[in-house]
């Protein structure tokens, strides 16, 4: 079960972390990743990490402000989002897809790969 946090209003050129904490497996075989969806469109890919943590991925839209991590001590994933735009609003989602050990390297950025979604968290950027 996953769960996101950490949404919320927020001024343009402002930051918000998300969180998402995972129960019930070991996280630290989960490769994970974070979309979004705007009202009216298309799930869109924002981040991946790898199981390990080592290799991330991210959306040209967001490449140089959003910045994935994981404590898999803590069965926890973070998406530290600055500059933050009005076209960045949207509901934020997690995700996680399991993946064997000797995968850890792997991370996906289609939302068809993954297993296991978060019930989302809304964040508003207004300008």
């Known amino acids: 079960q996953l769960q996101a946090f950490g949404g919320g209003l927020v001024q343009a050129g402002g930051s918000v972390r998300l969180s998402c904490t995972a129960s019930g497996r070991t996280f630290s075989t989960f490769a994970t990743g974070w979309f979004r969806r705007v009202p009216g469109k298309e799930r869109e890919f924002v981040s991946a990490?790898?199981?390990?943590?080592?290799?991330?991925d991210y959306a040209d839209s967001v490449k140089g402000r959003f910045t994935i991590s994981r404590d898999n001590r803590k069965n926890t994933m973070f998406l530290y989002m600055v500059s933050l735009k009005p076209e960045d609003t949207a509901v934020y989602y997690c995700?996680?897809?399991?993946?064997?050990?000797?995968?850890?390297?792997?991370?996906?950025?289609?939302?068809?790969?993954?297993?296991?979604w978060g019930q989302g968290t809304q964040v508003t950027v207004s300008s």
């Open positions: 995700a996680a897809k399991s993946t064997p050990l000797t995968r850890n390297w792997k991370l996906y950025n289609s939302d068809a790969d993954y297993d296991y």
């Open positions: 990490i790898s199981s390990s943590g080592a290799i991330t």
